[in-house]
């Protein structure tokens, strides 16, 4: 397994051995062993995600407090523009964000400790986005920051206005939003 930095740091993006051949490819999608070892972090996930999103399907950026959640995340089907934002106040990348295009056919993965934020966009017909997280899912700690909040200044890749949920639209600043202290 490949692991590279991005510009924030904890954030990491993360490209398994593919084994291909004329029949297809096998590839190894998490092994904890190899992860700790390429990574120096241990993590133990405790629920796997799967969405099925259309183009132009912007969702995020949600995150959890109290019962943070560390998620691997990676599109088996179609493309995503995928982004972690730090919402740690005490950090010096507080408010950055990074962006990674996770596809089917790249096969990349991207590493999203607990303390920052998660959204995607669907860049292709449609994408199916798997994720494991560290924490289970709680709706009471379940948060939101804007997605074209202009203090972030994510550099979407948009061609027309995204479709959102209703969650999302109505999501708070980042400075009127809970985050991690």
Do not use: C
């Amino acid at each position: 397994m490949k692991v590279t930095p991005t510009a924030l740091p904890e954030v990491l993006v993360l490209e398994p051995r593919v084994f291909g051949d004329e029949r297809g490819f096998f590839l190894e999608s998490w092994n904890a062993r190899t992860f700790r070892e390429a990574t120096g972090l241990t993590v133990e996930f405790v629920q796997d995600n799967h969405s099925r999103s259309a183009r132009n399907v912007l969702r995020g950026i949600h995150y959890q407090v109290v019962r943070p959640q560390g998620k691997l995340v990676r599109a088996v089907t179609g493309a995503v523009w995928d982004v972690a934002v730090d919402l740690r106040r005490g950090s010096e990348n507080f408010g950055k964000w990074v962006g990674v295009e996770l596809s089917a056919e790249n096969k990349k993965q991207l590493w999203i400790p607990p303390g920052f934020g998660h959204a995607f966009l669907v860049l292709s017909e449609s994408a199916d986005f798997l994720y494991k997280t560290t924490e289970y899912w709680s709706s009471e700690h379940d948060r939101g920051v804007r997605w074209n909040d202009e203090s972030i200044a994510i550099e979407w890749r948009l061609t027309q206005a995204p479709i959102l949920a209703g969650k999302d639209a109505s999501a708070p600043a980042l400075s009127q939003a809970q985050v991690f202290d």
